[in-house]
């Protein structure tokens, strides 16, 4: 079983920047791939970015790429989602969730076992 919490969100301008990070409990959450998605009103959620277990691999959707960077800390049971020149796109509510196996990373949701309850980041233009 793995709990997940987020935190970090909030308001911020175009061109600013957010981190939002993810709490994992559980001794195995370092054995999970990571990933981020977000939900815009009226959009379906959607595919951010992902880590593998080891924190090598990485991947992130096309219009994110170059902006926004996932890392983890393993000994802190923790990942984060460093948001740079944030645009008013960007506003969503933004979920991490984590999956098994660990060494994988898919853009589909049903693949991940795990979810946070969410935080908002809204980006004012």
């Known amino acids: 079983q793995v709990q997940l919490v987020e935190s970090g969100g909030g308001l911020a301008q175009a061109g600013g920047s957010l981190r939002l990070s993810c709490a994992g409990s559980?001794?195995?959450?370092?054995?999970?791939?990571m990933g981020w998605f977000r939900r815009a009103p009226g959009k379906e959620r959607e595919f951010v970015g992902g880590?593998?277990?080891?924190?090598?691999?990485?991947d992130y959707v096309d219009s994110v790429k170059g902006r926004f960077t996932i890392s983890r800390d393993t000994a802190k049971n923790m990942v984060y989602l460093q948001m740079n020149s944030l645009k008013f796109e960007d506003t969503a509510v933004y979920y991490c969730?984590?999956?098994?196996?660990?060494?994988?990373?898919?853009?589909?949701?049903?693949?991940?076992?795990?979810w946070g309850q969410g935080t908002q980041v809204t980006v004012s233009s």
């Open positions: 969730a984590a999956k098994t196996p660990g060494w994988t990373i898919t853009k589909t949701s049903h693949d991940y076992q795990y």
């Open positions: 559980g001794q195995t959450f370092r054995n999970y791939a």
């Open positions: 880590i593998t277990w080891d924190g090598i691999l990485t």
